[in-house]
Nanobody, 124 residues
Framework: QAQLVESGGGVVQAGGSLRLSCAAS????????MGWFRQGPGKEREFVAT????????YYADSVRGRFTISRDNAKNMMYLQMNSLKPDDTAVYYC?????????????????WGQGTQVTVSA
């Protein structure tokens, strides 16, 4: 059974940084694109960033481009999200997700495995 476990969330002041990690197990990590999504209080889950199976293609939501960096280490079955210059609007539960295919995708429906989420709170 494939499993995704996020870690690294916490409370940080505006302008600070956090690094989220996603540990994958149970299926061939390197054969799937991966992504990060988030759901803020009272909001729908939204796309944050995605990375292809090889790491060669990466896309970001406009709201995080230039501040967040997604990466993966297939040898370790790990994915990361480096978040810099955090803003209160970044407060959300962040979810790691694995896509069905190889290609990076921003489409929620193309992800079939999800982690339990990790809370990120940015104070003003």
């Amino acid at each position: 059974q494939a499993q995704l476990v996020e870690s690294g969330g916490g409370v940080v002041q505006a302008g600070g940084s956090l690094r989220l990690s996603c540990a994958a197990s149970g299926r061939t990590f390197g054969s799937h694109a991966m992504g990060w999504f988030r759901q803020g209080p009272g909001k729908e889950r939204e796309f944050v960033a995605t990375i292809s199976w090889s790491g060669g293609s990466i896309y970001y939501a406009d709201s995080v481009r230039g501040r967040f960096t997604i990466s993966r280490d297939n040898a370790k079955n790990m994915m990361y999200l480096q978040m810099n210059s955090l803003k209160p609007d970044d407060t959300a539960v962040y979810y790691c997700a694995a896509a069905r295919g190889l290609l990076a995708t921003m489409t929620h429906a193309e992800y079939d495995k999800w982690g339990q989420g990790t809370q990120v709170t940015v104070s003003a």
